[in-house]
């Protein structure tokens, strides 16, 4: 791994700068780009336009400026630059004048693409060829797209053109169509770790590998964003980086501040939860970035309740399986699924919100309160074996005949319980108890009042799938404790929901 030779070494240089790969054999995770490139070169297939596609940090620029070192390398055109000639090195300064990198966030008009029409013709000055890099090239107005077309589809032979953008699905399909198309996945875990590592021994560093670990999942697959938050912790920790170092400067909580929060949730103890997200917030966790952490951990623990691999974990490592296959199994998947549900709408409000620590401490608090989802699936089951009660003056709702009624409450199901005391000692003088009516078999007629019923019991519960459950066309009964809910032909979304379990 080499470091950036930049003649401009006077000034600090940022170690994603420093440690840019500037070969093929030094970029990371792309190795089906790397093949097809050189075997390019090496076949004499070189096209006139490429667009490199990805996420944020993956390489996609880095690969441009190899290409194109390896194009123009003065040794020949080879499918590794030498980074030795003055073409290699001017292309690493970014001062070479035949290898022309633009920003299209900010060279976005038709003005700047007329200009670079008119600049085509004219041949290299030392170079093999003149090669454009139009970075975030998605950030180009329409009409600069289209002036840009038929220079794109016959550009002269010493031209050559790489977009790079991380939203191809704003650029022209009629630039896409004249564009060799390479689609730059995200950086592997284990890779980021390996080479956070080498720049650490190159930094005369020492570092917890549980450190580098915590930090390539930060990073989310960008080499750039992991490398970023290490130059933050050279700065921050010294000779030495610790996995607490981590934690402190990302503000997230401890991994064990995270699982005891999980136990108070699992044994629906509001009070613990709430007690143990002040604690993490005390030790200098931010309330946003510990519901990430929920969030993600939640993921991992659905992953291991329907059987996943330990290769497919976010946050948790592979020695961590058999205790999430416990917890998972301990929860439910109903339950795991319904606290995703509530963690995903946190995040979401937390970021718009000034309130993040009184919106987490809800969730928290909503999460203790899903333990009332069994009488929900008492009646699911009510209404699967035919005994769905006819109701009465102040008797339960009907349950759910779909598969995806959401967490409703009890409280919900059963309004009764939320009545003062004094309300229920009136209704018990106004009107003698009655005996429950008996059971009424599933049939057409009944089947209607069984469904609105249904979306009473959403209602009542703020349930957003009460909306969905409303749109239907007819409700009857197919057979012996069937209830068919029908749907427009249009409303596909609204099938789908109800028929997920």
Known sequence: MAADSSPA???????ARRYRPQSFEELIGQQQVVQALQNAILKNRVGHAYLFTGARGVGKTSAARIFAKALNCQQGASPEPCNQCDICLGIVAGGDIDVLEIDGASNRGIDEIRQLRANVSVRP????????????????TTPAFNALLKTLEEPPEHVKFIFCTTDPEKIPITVLSRCQRFDFAPVEREAIVGRLQQIVEAEKVTAEPAALELLSRRAAGSMRDSQSLLEQLLSFCGDHISEADVYSMLGAASVSGIADLIENLANRDAAAALGGLEAVVVAGADASQVAEQLLQRYRDLMAA???????????????EHAALEKTAGELGLE???????ILDQTV???????????????????ICSLENLSDLSSLIAEIRSGTMQQPAAVQRPAGNAASNAGPATAAAA?????RRPEEKKTDSLASPPKKPETAAPLTDQTALGI??????VLEDAEDTNAVIAKDFKSVASSGPNRLVVTFPATYTFQKAQCERP
């Not at 309740?305 to 020695?319: I, K, P, Q, R, T």
């Not at 339950?335 to 549900?341: E, G, M, S, V």
């Not at 469904?451 to 009473?456: D, L, P, R, S």
Request: glycine share 4%; aromatic share 6%.
């Open 451 to 456: 469904w609105k019923q249904v979306v009473t």
């Open 348 to 366: 979401s409000r937390m970021r718009q919100s000034l309130h993040g620590r009184l919106l987490m401490e809800m969730a928290l608090v909503r």
């Open 414 to 418: 059963n309004p009764a319980r939320n």
């Open 125 to 140: 000055s030392r170079a093999r060829l003149k090669i454009y890099i139009i970075d975030e090239v998605h950030m180009l």
């Open 335 to 341: 339950a795991i699924l319904a606290t995703l549900q």
């Open 305 to 319: 309740a329907v059987g996943a691999s330990s290769d497919l974990f976010v946050s948790a490592s592979a020695g």
């Open 9 to 15: 070494a006077a000034e600090y240089v940022v170690v």
